[in-house]
Every structure is written in C-alpha cells, then in structure tokens.
C-alpha cells in the first residue's frame, strides 16, 4: 500500500513542464522584438539628444543644456546644404554607373552566347574581397594628380603637363564607388535575367522586332521593378559608405555626408564640435530612412511584377555574333580593373625599396623586408588578434540572431512579427559612421552611470556590427527559411518536438549552407568596414586592421600599407571562395526542400 500523499492533481507535474514552455513560447518573440528595438532605438535617441545638447563634451550632458544651436550651425555656419548637393550627386552617379556595369555584365553570362561566361560568373562576386579602403588607396597610387603611376606615366609619354585623370575630383569619387557597387548589384541580377520567362522575348522577336529592339522594349521593361528595388539598396549602401570619400575626397575638402560627419569630430588643430556632428548626423539618418522607406515599400508589393510562371522554360540566349568576343574582352577588362590591378599596384608597393614609379630598376629592388617590418612591430600582432575575435564573435552572433528573428518571422504567428521584420531592416538605414556616433554617446553616459568600461572596449564594436549587418542576414535566413517545406515542420510538431527542438533538429541541417554564407559574408564585411571602428576606436584596446590601415596611410607608411593590404586581401580572397561556394552554391536545383 502506497502511504504517499500528495496534493497535487494527478497529472499536475507532468504538465508543469509544457505549461512552462508554452510561457517560454508565448513571450520569447516578444523579448526577441523588444531587443532588435532597443538595438535600433536606443543609438538613434541618444543621437538625437547629443544634437541638440549644448554641451562641449559628451560627458558634461545635462538636461538643462538643450537647444537648436548645433543645427543652426551646421546648417547655416557649416553649410550643410553644399554637403547636400554633394552627397546626392555622388550617391546617384555612383549607383547608375555601378547598376548599370552590373546589369550589362549579368545579361552577358545570363541572357547572350558570350563565351567564357562561367570564368565571368565566378570571377565577379570576387570583388568583395577587396576592402573599400584598399580599392581607393590603390586608385590613388594610381590615378593621383602627381604621384600617380597612371599619370606620371602618360605625362612621361606624351609630354602633357595635366594628369590623364584625377582621382581627387567628384568623377574620381563616382568611378571608384562605383566599381565596389558592382560585385553584390551583380549577385541581385543574375537571378532576375536567369528567372524570366522567354515567352514575351519569343513573341517581340515573332512579332519583327530585333534582339536588341526586344531586349530594350520587353526585357528590361519586366526587370524595371527589380532593378529599381536594387537601385535604391545600393544607393542606401553608396549612402552609408565611408571609406571612399575618406580616402578620396576628404584631403582636397570634397564632402559628402559621412565624411562632413567625421570631419567634425577628428578635426586636426580644433576642438571635436561633437554636437554639431550629432545634428549633421541627423540630417544623415534622415535622408537614409527615407530612402529605405520607399525600398521597403517597393518590395513589400513585388509580386504585382511577376515574372516566373509555373510551366518550365529555359532563358533564350541573344546570339551576340561578332561582338562575342569583344563582350568577353569587356567583362575581362572589368575583373582587371576592379580586383587585379589594385592587387598588382599594392603588390608592387610593398615589394619596392621605397615608393617610386614602377621601371626595371625598381623591380630590381623587390623584397620582402616591408613584410618584416611589419611582423616585427608588437602592435600587429595585438591589432590582428583583436581584428581576429571581433570576427569570430560578430559573425556568430548575428548568425545566430539572425536565424532566430528569420524563424519567428517566416515561422510563427507572432501578431508582430511584421513589426520585427521591419525593425531588423532598419539598422540598413543607419550608416556606419552615424551609428559610431550615436554609440559613442550612448557608451559614455552608459559608463558614468554605471561604472562600467564599455566605450573604447571590443565588445563595443561587436554591439555595433551586430546592428549594422542585421539587416542583410535576417533578409537572406528568411528567404531560405521561405524555401523548406512546413510537411517538415508540421510532422516533427506531431511527434511532440517543441519549437526550440523543431529550429535546431529541422531547419539548422537544412539551412546550414546560408548559415555557413551569412557567417563568413558577415566576417568579411567586419574586416572591411572602418567607419564605426575608426570613431569608437580608443588605442590598441580595441584598435582593428581596418583603422591601423588608416592611421598609416594618413602617416605617410605606404609601404607598410601595402604589406598589410596584401596579407589582408589574400584572406579576404579565401573566405570569398569560401562564400562562392557555401553561400551561394544551389540546393536542389533551387526547389524547396
């Protein structure tokens, strides 16, 4: 005979555990929605209240110090309208030239008879691999007005007393940013050109009209919508960048928003006017969230633009003729300028003695005693293990985060799972050097608060690349996620497995190929991007490659940077081929699994 008593139901404690994970399950999403919010909110407020804070210093914030005079003085004294008139001219010429290089180069090895296409196709995207602060210095080696290799050559030739090109003009701005638009525009494309239908092609050509007549009045009529949402993501990504106009434009007082923004702060000989960068930087923040607006609300009705239809059809090729090889010659000379050459040029730089124009007598001098240099100095050895650990973590940690807003997006029915969806876009809005900015406010007070050591800490750029690349790996788990059939889902629930069990045992196999994509996709962009590293950068604490690159080239150590540039890009090269491979590779010939 059983003596125990107990005074609970029968039953109660078994159920004990799936009344626990039905809480868990009802208020996760919302911890997950209230976290992406604070990521996204809480910079923005700070910055907005550092515009209109009175204060000389961060630190010496009060209340009582509020008012409009940093936007008086930015816009009025700093002329912020010509920064204006600048940006926008930068951002457009840089976008129409690099969408429009992209699309030519998608509908070559997509849509023509172009021999040579697979060598294009996978030639292209390795234009990642180049950082954006190397691709410009290496323009400038280049395409100076005076020292370039480019045209002290042509000067030496021809006699001429100007430079063929000047890399240090609104031109040179456009043509740079431009080609570093052009790998990811490249990437969007191709699918567009391969999923169309040829039945309307077919039609125009029986109709009478030529192949380029067709092209012209049909293709690119249906791709319109695509190549328009594209346009406005890579003018969003021009938008953000630092790199170029810092290295470009900032030495001749060619401004456009993000530098202007620096500038006010890292003014040699003056005092930061850390206010007033807050109020251009809200300026900034404005312009982005409107544009990723309309980009948000192009997408969300793409499907009036259909273009894939259920019945099979493979793409028609335009038999190009004898322009076949002359379009191989043109896509050739693209990967030549965009990845070889500024490979070569840095190659040459931190082989050569000392830095001259290239001849026999120079390459006589090659070594690799810049190579030791560099090892030999303590602080490399600390910058690259910092660089190291700000990788690793970034990209696990927006992997996994990634993968849990995709999941509660595309897999539940959490009433505000669209609410979610649009606050992990928005990070896209906010560029690089605006969120170091809105950051650096909010560590600061964050630290006299607390007492914490938060600014000028690894951990702080970790919080900031989080935020930063969000928004294109909830995008890719989502679509990928999109792609695997519910049966799996619904079948694994049968037998009981409890969401977490269902994410982990389910969707992680099969999902591991982007998995793998957005963690060394995110890992790549976390050794290329400056902005935010060069403004919460404090000395070797939290100094990373992207900023030592910077800080050498603005001392004069070409050479050193080229050392550096050319360790950097072959890893970078590496994980690009890795990224080919794992993230872009096709899962059952592109049907859901």
Not at 138 to 165: H, I, K, Q
Not at 186 to 198: I, K
Not at 294 to 317: A, D, M, N, Q, W
Not at 318 to 326: E, K, M, S, T
Request: glycine fraction near 8%.
């Amino acid at each position: 005979m059983n003596n125990s008593f107990s005074g609970a139901p029968e039953g109660a404690d078994e159920r004990r555990p799936q009344d626990l994970r039905a809480i868990v399950g009802r208020f996760f999403p919302w911890a997950v929605l209230l976290l992406v919010c604070a990521m996204v909110a809480a910079p923005i407020f700070s910055l907005v209240v550092g515009a209109f804070s009175q204060s000389r210093l961060p630190n010496e914030f009060s209340f009582d110090t509020m008012g409009f005079g940093n936007f008086y003085a930015v816009w009025v004294e700093q002329r912020i309208d010509l920064v204006l008139w600048n940006t926008a001219v930068y951002v457009t010429g840089a976008t129409v030239f690099g969408i429009g290089t992209a699309a030519v180069l998608a509908w070559l090895v997509e849509r023509s008879d172009m021999p040579g296409k697979m060598w294009i196709y996978a030639g292209v995207p390795l234009g990642i691999a180049v950082p954006g602060i190397l691709h410009a210095i290496a323009w400038v080696l280049l395409l100076s007005p005076r020292s370039g290799f480019v045209n002290r050559g042509w000067m030496f030739m021809t006699g001429a007393e100007g430079p063929l090109f000047d890399i240090y003009t609104m031109a040179g701005l456009i043509f740079a940013e431009g080609l570093r638009l052009v790998p990811v525009a490249f990437l969007m494309l191709v699918p567009l050109m391969r999923s169309m239908d040829p039945s309307l092609e077919e039609a125009a050509a029986v109709s009478g009209a030529s192949p380029m007549r067709a092209t012209r009045r049909v293709t690119l009529a249906l791709l319109l919508p695509g190549v328009l949402a594209i346009s406005i993501f890579q003018a969003i990504t021009a938008l953000e960048n630092f790199e170029i106009p810092g290295i470009l434009g900032m030495p001749v007082n060619l401004h456009v928003f993000s530098t202007r923004v620096f500038n006010l702060i890292e003014n040699i000989g003056a005092i930061p006017a850390f206010g007033q960068a807050n109020a251009a930087a809200v300026f900034y923040l404005a312009i982005a969230l409107v544009v990723s607006v309309f980009y948000l609300r192009l997408v969300r009705h793409s499907e009036r633009y259909t273009i894939i239809t259920g019945k099979g059809y493979t793409p028609r090729s335009v038999r190009l003729g004898a322009w076949r090889y002359p379009a191989i010659g043109i896509a050739g000379l693209f990967l030549f300028v965009s990845i070889v050459l500024p490979f070569l040029v840095l190659l040459y730089v931190s082989m050569v003695g000392y830095l001259r124009q290239p001849s026999w007598e120079a390459f006589q001098t090659l070594s690799f005693k810049h190579y030791e240099t560099v090892f030999n100095q303590p602080r490399v050895g600390r910058v690259v293990w910092n660089t190291v650990w700000l990788t690793l973590m970034t990209s696990t940690v927006v992997t996994i985060l990634s993968f849990v807003i995709a999941y509660i997006i595309v897999r539940t029915r959490f009433s505000a799972r669209y609410t979610l969806d649009v606050m992990s876009f928005m990070p896209h809005s906010i560029p690089g050097i605006v969120l170091g900015l809105a950051l650096f406010w909010l560590l600061i007070q964050f630290d006299s608060l607390t007492g914490a050591s938060t600014f000028g800490s690894l951990g702080s750029l970790v919080l900031g690349f989080t935020i930063l690349f969000l928004s294109y790996s909830v995008r890719a788990m989502s679509v990928a996620m999109i792609q695997v059939h519910p049966d799996l889902e619904d079948a694994a629930k049968l037998c009981g497995a409890p969401p977490w069990r269902v994410a982990l045992r389910i969707f992680a196999p099969l999902l591991m190929p982007t998995l793998v994509g957005i963690w060394i996709y995110v890992a790549m962009l976390s050794v290329r991007f400056i902005s935010l590293p060069l403004i919460l950068s404090q000395g070797g604490n939290n100094e990373v490659l992207g900023v030592m690159i910077w800080s050498l080239w603005n001392n004069g150590n070409i050479n050193s940077v080229g050392a550096i540039g050319i360790m950097l890009m072959s890893a970078m090269f590496v994980l690009a081929l890795a990224l080919r491979i794992f993230g872009f590779a096709k899962s059952n010939g592109g049907k859901s699994v």
